[in-house]
């Protein structure tokens, strides 16, 4: 569960978009995507495979992204799972535990892959980034965690139409997370107040 959590904090800012170069070069579609847009909203379908070549793990949701560090992040199936953030604290509700993990955003996202779309330049600082090889229609970058602690290894963002299309995570321990972006909106008109979490009554709350 912990490394699905990780997952959303890496996706979560993924809704940034929109501007013209259709085949430009992976970083530049990435600058593209930051400058111009300040908050998106989109499906997701997510994947993670072990090393061990156990079954894959599959599941789902939507997101909407607010900059600065403003987010909703929901898994829908194959159960229900909430990340929120209000730019300071990011909530993060088990529904089924009824428990609520509580962090502040700066320590939650710091070096995560989250930095490379959510902050300004903020991946510039945190990660270093190289064009990749383009495949399956996309341009691809690869960023690599300046911090040696962080728990990924690499990241890949797959750009298309300075859009974000796909991206992988491998991590420290031996799995690569895969996920896939549909009917993603840039600058779409979001209600300030879903990114703001109230734990419901009788929820045993967490902070770290």
Same mark, same amino acid.
């Given at each position: 569960?912990?490394?699905?959590?990780?997952?959303?904090?890496?996706?979560?800012?993924?809704?940034i978009?929109?501007?013209?170069?259709?085949?430009?070069?992976?970083?530049?579609?990435?600058?593209?995507?930051?400058?111009?847009?300040?908050?998106?909203?989109?499906e997701?379908?997510q994947?993670?495979s072990?090393?061990?070549?156990?079954k894959?793990?599959?599941?789902?949701?939507?997101?909407a992204?607010?900059?600065? $560090?403003?987010?909703? %992040? +929901?898994? =829908? /199936?194959?159960?229900? #799972?909430?990340? !929120?953030?209000? $730019?300071?604290?990011? %909530? +993060?509700? =088990? /529904?089924?535990?009824? #428990?609520?993990? !509580?962090?502040?955003?700066?320590?939650?996202?710091?070096?995560?892959p989250?930095?490379?779309?959510?902050?300004?330049?903020?991946?510039?600082?945190?990660?270093?980034?190289?064009?990749?090889?383009?495949?399956?229609?996309?341009?691809?970058?690869?960023?690599?965690?300046?911090?040696?602690?962080?728990?990924?290894?690499?990241?890949?963002?797959?750009?298309?139409e300075n859009?974000?299309?796909?991206?992988?995570?491998?991590?420290s321990?031996?799995?690569t997370t895969?996920?896939?972006?549909g009917?993603?909106?840039?600058?779409?008109?979001?209600?300030?107040g879903?990114?703001?979490?109230?734990p419901?009554?009788?929820?045993?709350?967490?902070?770290?």
């Amino acid at each position: 569960m912990k490394n699905i959590r990780l997952a959303g904090l890496a996706f979560l800012a993924l809704a940034i978009a929109l501007s013209s170069t259709a085949h430009a070069a992976g970083i530049d579609q990435l600058r593209i995507f930051i400058e111009n847009t300040r908050g998106a909203k989109a499906e997701f379908t997510q994947t993670v495979s072990a090393k061990s070549g156990r079954k894959p793990q599959t599941s789902s949701g939507t997101f909407a992204f607010s900059r600065p $560090g403003k987010f909703r %992040w +929901i898994y =829908d /199936r194959p159960y229900y #799972q909430l990340l !929120v953030s209000d $730019g300071e604290k990011l %909530w +993060i509700h =088990d /529904r089924d535990l009824n #428990q609520v993990t !509580v962090k502040r955003v700066g320590k939650a996202l710091g070096s995560s892959p989250a930095a490379l779309l959510a902050g300004d330049n903020a991946f510039e600082k945190n990660f270093s980034v190289k064009n990749a090889e383009s495949a399956d229609g996309l341009e691809w970058i690869e960023a690599t965690p300046n911090q040696p602690d962080s728990s990924f290894e690499s990241v890949r963002i797959g750009f298309h139409e300075n859009l974000p299309r796909a991206m992988e995570l491998r991590d420290s321990f031996g799995q690569t997370t895969r996920l896939a972006f549909g009917a993603l909106q840039a600058n779409p008109a979001l209600d300030a107040g879903q990114f703001r979490f109230t734990p419901p009554p009788g929820a045993d709350v967490v902070s770290e």
